[in-house]
């Protein structure tokens, strides 16, 4: 089991910047790949960015170029790192993690608020 804990949400002015955290502690042996989702109010949970173990990365297309996902030193907690944020950015954001024994975890999501 992995269990996953993101902090750094909340409410910015168009522009702005958030950092968001994800600390994943138990079985973290077993993960392959974490991420970040999102979902806004009507809408399905969608895909902002996921690293691989080996560092790769891809993001959905709406975000390129005003994120970064990065692993922290201990590969124990992710990063979410979000500039020139737009109201539409508005969400609840949920991190991810996929195991190599096709485990599939969630975190509680943060909330992040943009306005404008």
């Known amino acids: 089991q992995v269990q996953l804990v993101e902090s750094g949400g909340g409410l910015v002015q168009a522009g702005g910047s958030l950092r968001l955290s994800c600390a994943a502690s138990g079985s973290i042996f077993s993960i392959n790949a974490m991420g970040w989702y999102r979902q806004a109010p009507g809408k399905q949970r969608e895909l902002v960015a996921r690293?691989?173990?080996?560092?790769?990365?891809n993001y959905a297309d709406s975000m390129k170029g005003r994120v970064t996902i990065s692993f922290g030193n201990a590969r124990n907690t992710v990063y979410l790192q979000m500039n020139s944020l737009k109201p539409e950015d508005t969400a609840i954001y949920y991190c991810n993690a996929l195991s190599a024994i096709g485990g599939n975890y969630w975190g509680q999501g943060t909330q992040v608020t943009v306005s404008s």
């Open positions: 690293i691989t173990n080996s560092g790769r990365t």
